[in-house]
């Protein structure tokens, strides 16, 4: 049982680059989140999904792309990376569809640098 | 949206001694509160938490106190050791669903 898992584990990109972080959940739950932390800052919600078919936008969607592919994979994309975007990246899941709080379930993280 | 303020930035407290980290939050409807701890290359993970129909809840060296009245909720932390070097944040619901963080609080123990 690997939890939630995140690809890749490192990634450099240049200015205007474009890549796709993936996520994926082996525990059956509805809700899935991409989040951000910046040094000093905390965890920032970028966007996430109550439940498969639906996406919603968080607290810093700009720059930013998602996709629910199925109920295990929320990937994040980054059609032209900026340096502002250079950040650490984590995925979690929650069990209920939202409306009720309840425990979230990070992955290990991707750290993206963008020169 | 929902504001939570986080005390200290840092903390470092010798083994065996308690730490105490502070939030506030600026949501009177707020009801869970939760905190989270970060060991380092590491995706947080859930320590604690407390519904807004109890004011103070334990797990063995740890507890989470909640003030609704002042809005402010604690995590207490004694006989520290070594292994509770970490980074820990709170949290409180956006609109039910998703978290808003705290922005961390380093505790350092040393031996």
């Known amino acids: 049982n690997a939890g939630v898992t995140q690809t890749p584990k490192f990634q450099v990109l240049k200015t205007g680059q474009s890549m796709t972080l993936q996520c994926a959940q082996d525990?059956?739950?509805?809700?899935m989140y991409w989040y951000r932390q910046d040094p000093g800052m905390g965890l920032r919600l970028i966007y996430y999904s109550a439940s498969e078919g639906t996406t919603d936008k968080g607290e810093v969607p700009n720059g930013y792309n998602v996709s629910r592919l199925n109920k295990r994979e929320f990937s994040l994309r980054l059609e032209s990376a900026a340096p502002s975007q250079t950040s650490v990246y984590f995925c979690?899941?929650?069990?209920?569809?939202?409306?009720?709080?309840?425990?979230?379930?990070f992955g290990p993280g991707t750290r993206l640098t963008v020169l | 949206g929902e504001n939570v303020e986080q005390h200290p930035s840092t903390l470092s407290v010798q083994e065996g001694d308690s730490a105490v980290i502070k939030c506030t939050y600026s949501d009177s409807a707020s009801n869970y509160f939760p905190w989270y701890k970060q060991e380092l290359g590491k995706g947080p993970q859930l320590i604690i938490d407390i519904r807004s129909n109890v004011g103070e809840k334990k797990d063995q060296r740890i507890a989470v106190t909640l003030n609704k009245t002042a809005k402010h909720f604690s995590l207490h932390i004694t006989e520290t050791q070594p292994e509770d070097s970490a980074v820990y944040f709170c949290a409180a619901p956006i609109s039910g669903y998703a978290l808003n963080f705290g922005k961390g609080t380093s505790l350092l123990v040393t031996p």
């Open positions: 979690a899941v929650v069990p209920g569809s939202g409306g009720i709080p309840d425990t979230q379930y």
């Open positions: 525990m059956n739950h509805n809700s």
